[in-house]
């Protein structure tokens, strides 16, 4: 059985830093690959930062290309978000997922509980 454990998030004034880890446990972490959603308050979840299993691409939602920057650890099984330049609207609950891909797209199996991220404007 997959786990998945968050860290790193906090409170930080906009235009600040926050630097986001999971880390995976229970299968071969390499089979998979990893996502970053986020959900703020009365928002439906979206898709932040993904990247593929051997980690060679990474993709971004528009809102946070040249701001984040997603990475994964294959030896440790860990998985990063540095969020640089952070704005209001960045704030929310931070998920980190895994999954196998499908097709074009991936299914996200597995999941963590969770980080809260809150930046003031």
């Known amino acids: 059985q997959v786990q998945l454990a968050e860290s790193g998030g906090g409170s930080v004034q906009a235009g600040g830093s926050l630097r986001l880890s999971c880390v995976f446990s229970?299968?071969?972490?390499?089979?998979?690959?990893m996502a970053w959603f986020r959900q703020g308050p009365g928002k439906e979840r979206e898709g932040v930062a993904a990247?593929?299993?051997?980690?060679?691409?990474?993709y971004y939602a528009d809102s946070v290309k040249g701001r984040f920057t997603v990475s994964r650890d294959n030896m440790k099984n860990t998985l990063s978000l540095q969020m640089n330049s952070l704005k209001a609207e960045d704030s929310a609950m931070y998920y980190c997922?895994?999954?196998?891909?499908?097709?074009?797209?991936?299914?996200?199996?597995?999941w963590g509980q969770g980080t809260q991220v809150t930046v003031s404007s």
């Open positions: 990247i593929t299993a051997g980690g060679g691409t990474d």
């Open positions: 229970g299968y071969t972490y390499s089979n998979y690959y």
């Open positions: 997922a895994g999954g196998r891909k499908t097709g074009a797209s991936c299914d996200w199996s597995y």
